[in-house]
């Protein structure tokens, strides 16, 4: 089989040796879970329940009239303590549902439907209804990104798992694949897609063979190898590198008749049409040079990361923590707070050694345009940051800003360790700011 890529972009060693091989495990439930009303991209839920309620697992916590949101639930059985603002790991308090877990809890009774009945509109209603996102990280809504204006011919489920240390998509892929090829098939009937592709990096034959036995015994269904090189999990680069389809630069995929979703998400619609179970729970990589017990879990959404770190055998002995990560090490967000939810988004939990992080200070930009070279989207990281940096906003935006996606190659490779990702964030923050004014 040809091993497809696309042009740029680093190839970084994978470091996925430590959890690649841990199968899906489950750990006790913590004390407390913290649900926050914004757990995607698009508009924040407000709470429908109240302080003192009784709630059960899978029962919807927090809701939003707004076409581009999604449902939050209670993935234990417990009470409402709060509802208040608490630490989110993007470093802002988000107004969440506080539930004091119950001791006692029951296993949630699902009614089993048969999905082979069910048309495009009552998997979506089903897809909406379940509070699905995408769980690659992105948390876009599902129901909204199979609402397209445009016809689509394919769908491709994108099994890369790019970046370095995470694994939970590879268990998912070989743990997982009946229920996953299965939800593949009910996203392509949503949009009426003839056409699957599986897109997997060359790096989990496992997973490539797992699926291609599936797919040998289904119409339209196929899996395409993709080099092991970042960010092959990107959308537009995913395409690109599969079915070679251009996205224009500030368009979506639709526009190239493509949908794209993750393994996970695959996993969850299976499970939202199968059973009616929303998405209450998700599979995290916990891993790093100093994690005492690299694992691959399936957690409570709303559990506290210093339980999940805990549970797994928090940190390696002697070991002094440097850095706790949530996602991946190119695209996640640094934690300093062990109380911050796991929420849908989150696929990993990196646990660095002190010797592991580096510590190097800003430095001027030495015009090397090593990031210009790499970038997979064609920009030009050095003149973006250096205007952001002088506060020169709109100039940062005409150089591309808008069009990034906050891949983090440009800083990997700059050797002044410019925080051009963060300068990129500053842009878009700024940018939306004055367009709401
Ligand atoms: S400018 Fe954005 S898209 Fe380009 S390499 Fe940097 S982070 Fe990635
Ligand atoms: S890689 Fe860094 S130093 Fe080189 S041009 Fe880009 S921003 Fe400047």
Known sequence: MTVKSFDRGVFLPHYKEYSEHEAITTIVLPEEVVIPLQQHIGAPCKAVVKVGDQVKTGQKVGDSDAFVSAAVFASVDGTVTAVEPRPHFTGTDVESVVIKVDKNQQEPAWTERDISAMNGEEI????????????????????????????????????????????????????????????AKLIAKVVDAPRIIFGIEKNKPDGVEAVKALAEKEEGIEVVELDVKYPQGAEKQLIKAAVDREVPPGKLPLEVGVVVQNVGTAVAVYEACRYGKPLYERVLTVTGDAAARPANVKVAIG???????????????????????????????????????????????????????????????????????????????????????????????????????????????????????????????????????
């Open 124 to 183: 979506k209603t089903a897809i909406k209804e379940a509070g699905i996102v995408g769980m690659g990280g992105a948390a876009f809504p599902t129901h909204v990104k199979l609402s397209p204006p445009k016809p689509i011919d394919l769908i491709i489920i994108n099994a890369c798992e790019c970046e370095p240390f995470l694994t939970c998509d590879h268990r998912v892929i070989v743990e997982m694949t009946d229920a996953m090829v299965e939800g």
């Open 303 to 437: 559990t506290p990361i210093g339980h999940v770190i805990e549970e797994c055998g928090g940190f390696k002995e002697g070991d002094k923590p440097g850095k706790v990560i949530m996602g991946g090490p190119m695209t996640g967000f640094a934690q300093t707070d062990m109380n911050v939810p796991v929420v849908k988004g989150s696929s990993g939990l990196l646990l660095f050694s002190e010797e592991m992080v580096a510590k190097t200070e800003h430095m001027p930009c030495v015009r090397c345009a090593r990031c210009v070279d790499h970038c997979p989207m064609f920009l030009y990281p050095n003149s973006i940051s250096t205007n952001a940096e002088l506060g020169r906003y709109d100039e940062a935006a005409e150089w591309g800003a808008m069009d990034c996606f906050e891949c983090g190659i440009c800083v990997y490779v700059c050797p002044s360790n410019r925080p051009i990702v963060q300068l990129v964030r500053d842009t878009k923050k700024d940018v939306a700011a004055r367009a709401k004014r």
